[in-house]
């Protein structure tokens, strides 16, 4: 079974950049869908950004113009850069594939986002 592993997380100032990468261990697995969601303290998890296998993205309202998602397919690996950062985009960020043949969701264990005033 894949197990999607995070990387890039941290603290930032307000403003800051921050990107964070995502494959899956081991690294053997084909994906679809692929991208990024987020929970704040006491509150629900949200998208962020998605990816298609063809390249396509969809962002959240409240990062499109500061994030942007990328793929690399022969890595199976997602990225997402985060600029301009906000306070409000403090929260565990996980990673989440679709398999492309199973079908199955998977999930990272989150990496911690901490932006501060």
């Known amino acids: 079974q894949a197990h999607m592993v995070e990387s890039g997380g941290g603290q930032v100032q307000t403003g800051g950049s921050l990107t964070l990468s995502c494959a899956s261990s081991?690294?053997?697995?084909?994906?679809?869908?692929m991208g990024w969601y987020r929970q704040a303290p006491d509150k629900q998890r949200d998208l962020v950004a998605l990816?298609?296998?063809?390249?396509?993205?969809t962002y959240a309202d409240s990062v499109s113009g500061r994030f942007t998602v990328s793929r690399d397919n022969d890595k199976e690996t997602v990225y997402l850069q985060m600029h301009k950062l906000k306070p409000d985009d403090t929260a565990v960020y996980y990673c989440?594939?679709?398999?492309?043949?199973?079908?199955?969701?998977?999930w990272g264990k989150g990496t911690l986002v901490t932006v501060s005033s």
């Open positions: 989440y594939a679709k398999g492309l043949y199973s079908r199955t969701d998977y």
């Open positions: 081991p690294n053997e697995y084909s994906f679809g869908a």
């Open positions: 990816i298609t296998r063809t390249g396509s993205p």
